[in-house]
Antibody, heavy 118, light 113 residues
């Protein structure tokens, strides 16, 4: 059974940092491109970032560029999102998702909530 | 950036009736090398992550009921539920996988009338 399990969310003050993790199982993680997608409370889905299979290529939404860093550890089947200089508008549930190229997101985690507030 | 616009924002349909959701992209998402539209539809129920329904604009994901269908090409797309069931109450999103940033439509909330 495919599973993606996010963790690391929580309450953080504006300007603070958090590192999200997404542990994958049930599929060949090292062969899968991975994305982060977020959803503010009561709002729609917003793409955040993408990483290729070996971590050598990453891209970001303009809204997080320079503040967020996506990475992966294929030996640990784990995807990361390092978030710095957090703002109130970063408050959202963050989902990790695996990609079936060139179709879209075939598996999603349940999400982890990040709340940026003083 | 490719802007994805869905209509309507919300929709109420009677059980057993047809539901139709439109999605328009600000530029074509048709990939010329394989003649595939990189347009995907997702269903999201409350408290759950999205679920892949339709990809390449019209290919139903394995296990998705055949009452769900997708159509369209280039910049205009449609998701149709032929006979609405109670379990179809959800928010539906279109998504372009053609180029980064990989933008979503704003979502269409489907309810029972």
């Amino acid at each position: 059974e495919v599973q993606l399990v996010e963790s690391g969310g929580g309450l953080v003050q504006p300007g603070g940092s958090l590192r999200l993790s997404c542990v994958a199982s049930g599929f060949t993680f090292s062969s899968s491109w991975m994305h982060w997608v977020r959803q503010a409370p009561g709002k729609g889905l917003v793409w955040v970032s993408r990483i290729n299979t070996d971590g050598s290529s990453t891209i970001y939404a303009d809204s997080v560029k320079g503040r967020f860093t996506i990475s992966r550890d294929n030996a640990k089947n784990t995807l990361y999102l390092e978030m710095t200089s957090l703002r109130a508008e970063d408050t959202a549930v963050y989902f990790c998702a695996s990609v079936r190229i060139p179709v879209g997101y075939d598996y999603w985690g349940q999400g982890t909530l990040v709340t940026v507030s003083s | 950036d490719i802007v994805m616009t869905q209509s309507p924002d919300s929709l109420a349909v009677s059980l057993g009736e047809r539901a139709t959701i439109s999605c328009k992209s600000s530029q074509s998402v048709l990939y010329s090398s394989n003649n595939k539209n990189y347009l995907t539809w997702y269903q999201q129920k409350p408290g759950q992550p999205p679920k892949l329904l339709i990809y390449w604009a019209s290919t139903r994901e394995s296990g998705v009921p055949d009452r769900f269908s997708g159509s369209g090409s280039g910049t205009d797309f449609t998701l149709t539920i032929s006979s609405l069931q109670a379990e179809d109450v959800a928010v539906y999103y279109c998504h372009q996988f053609y180029s980064a940033p990989y933008t979503f439509g704003q979502g269409t909330k489907l309810e029972i009338k």
